[in-house]
């Protein structure tokens, strides 16, 4: 297993922009699907942003299409996720996934295997 730990979060205001990373320890990323995932107190985890292991292809939740970006460095181990135009509805746990598997199925199921600890990301209106 990878050991991921995200940075960047905060409390903004709503329209703002922030960037997410996520830093990989252990293994090096380049051969990991990626994705980031959100929870909001109550609600179950939902996804938000994956991408292949290589960049070339990336998926996103419709709710954060056109706003949301994200990328990696496979040199640096790191993903990140840039947030513009950020809603209240945003405001969330933030958590970073790992898992070498098929990047669909993945998606589809849930199933990364290597999670973060999470960071709060807070939009006010």
């Known amino acids: 297993q990878v050991q991921l730990v995200e940075s960047g979060g905060g409390k903004v205001r709503a329209g703002a922009s922030l960037s997410l990373s996520c830093a990989a320890s252990g293994r090096t990323l380049s051969t990991y699907a990626m994705a980031w995932y959100r929870q909001t107190l109550g609600k179950k985890r939902e996804f938000v942003a994956a991408i292949s292991w290589n960049g070339g292809t990336t998926y996103y939740a419709d709710s954060v299409q056109d706003r949301f970006f994200i990328s990696r460095d496979n040199y640096r181990s790191m993903v990140h996720l840039q947030m513009n135009s950020l809603k209240p509805e945003d405001t969330a746990v933030y958590y970073c996934?790992?898992?070498?598997?098929?990047?669909?199925?993945?998606?589809?199921?849930?199933?990364?295997?290597?999670w973060g600890q999470g960071i709060e990301v807070r939009v006010s209106a």
């Open positions: 996934a790992a898992d070498r598997g098929d990047l669909v199925q993945l998606i589809t199921a849930g199933t990364f295997g290597s």
